[in-house]
């Protein structure tokens, strides 16, 4: 019971690092663009993660039952995946880079479980038929893919975006377009959240769910629950609403305490922005990450916005975008999956040669 529960601690404190790593490019924009305060910004993020969380499930779904066997995790290969992923995104947060909260997740969920099962590849689902919905899903359509298309389509959409935007007010002062997408970006910055949170948020529900859910059918650490505890009981995979609500406040928190170095890297090193920029780059991405969420796919939210934040850019010019910084960021984006698998492998190696879990999962 103790080790469930050391669990659900460690994937809200995944929550919360994925807070300031990945929510921050909800506020990046407009933070940097001087439309709204560090503060304000981080209180718009709060209470439209917070609705976005609570608008679906589908992302959670895919995260705890389409991407690996569940047959072969156990609580203690879901701790060594969370472990995986805080390593990696600490160190890339230290580092400023916007890596993927997502994709180290999930590197460590396949790392994680693919030494469970012993380095049985067969344990990861790469790409198959759902039969009921006659949907394709695993690893290859629903992250490996989009990781590469999710930021050219970004790139080509806030192109498109700001390019359409300023022909539009090319005739207009300075002065009143700053004035209109101040204003303006507000709404992007919290339709941007929203999506945030309608993505990022569900991911660590997912683990959530898929925890008390393996707790539950396979070690029946659940089976003598006191009646107060009951909500704990979770014989099919399914993400409650106590759970949302607790994922989205602790992202919100994360976001609130460590924001500004992303934002720094994402907002100023990169390309220098107006609320014009601001706004287009921040639509954009919103669009991309809320379709994509309706779809169940778990999108990288740093990737869409650092891509739309380029698009944005080379309509001023092509050297506008400082191609160095983002360089950096694209090595971060390719090696997470890798490392982050690596890394939850050898953890859970380590801890079987040290004998922290007796036996292995039979499916």
């Known amino acids: 019971m103790l080790l469930i529960f050391a669990i659900i601690l460690v994937a809200l404190i995944f929550e919360f690092i994925n807070g300031f790593h990945d929510t921050a490019n909800a506020i990046a924009t407009s933070v940097a663009t001087k439309v709204m305060t560090p503060r304000q910004a981080v209180a718009i993020a709060a209470i439209c993660n917070l609705f976005g969380a609570l608008a679906g499930t589908e992302v959670a779904k895919t995260i705890g039952t389409e991407i690996v066997d569940v047959s072969y995790l156990t609580p203690v290969t879901l701790l060594c995946a969370l472990a995986a992923a805080i390593i990696w995104n600490l160190a890339t947060w230290w580092l400023g880079l916007p890596s993927s909260s997502s994709h180290a997740l999930i590197g460590g969920l396949c790392g994680a479980a693919l030494a469970s099962a012993r380095g049985n590849w067969a344990v990861i689902h790469w790409s198959f038929v759902e039969p009921v919905h006659q949907k394709l899903i695993g690893l290859w359509p629903r992250v490996v893919a989009p990781m590469f298309l999710a930021p050219a389509l970004g790139i080509v959409l806030g192109f498109i975006v700001t390019g359409l935007l300023l022909w539009l007010f090319h005739a207009s002062r300075p002065e009143v377009v700053n004035r209109v997408f101040r204003i303006s970006q507000s709404f992007s910055a919290s339709w941007m959240s929203f999506s945030s949170g309608m993505n990022d948020a569900q991911k660590t529900m997912g683990i959530v769910a898929l925890t008390l859910f393996t707790a539950t ?147």
């Not at 006191?226 to 949302?244: A, M």
């Open 217 to 363: 059918t396979q070690s029946h650490a659940f089976d003598r629950l006191p009646v107060w505890l009951d909500f704990l009981h979770t014989p099919e995979f399914k993400v409650y609403t106590w759970i949302k609500v607790v994922c989205a406040v602790t992202i919100a928190a994360g976001t609130a305490v460590g924001s500004r170095r992303i934002v720094l890297t994402l907002g100023k090193k990169m390309v220098k922005l107006q609320p014009i920029h601001g706004f287009a780059a921040q639509s954009a991405a919103a669009g991309i990450i809320q379709f994509a969420s309706l779809l169940g796919i778990p999108l990288s939210t740093t990737h869409v916005v650092s891509a739309t934040i380029m698009g944005t850019g080379i309509t001023k010019r092509f050297s506008a975008v400082k191609w160095s910084v983002a360089e950096r960021m694209a090595w971060a984006w390719v090696l997470t999956l890798p490392i982050s698998c690596a890394l939850a492998y050898s953890i859970f190696r380590l801890q079987s040669l040290l004998g922290w879990e007796k036996g292995m999962p039979t499916p």
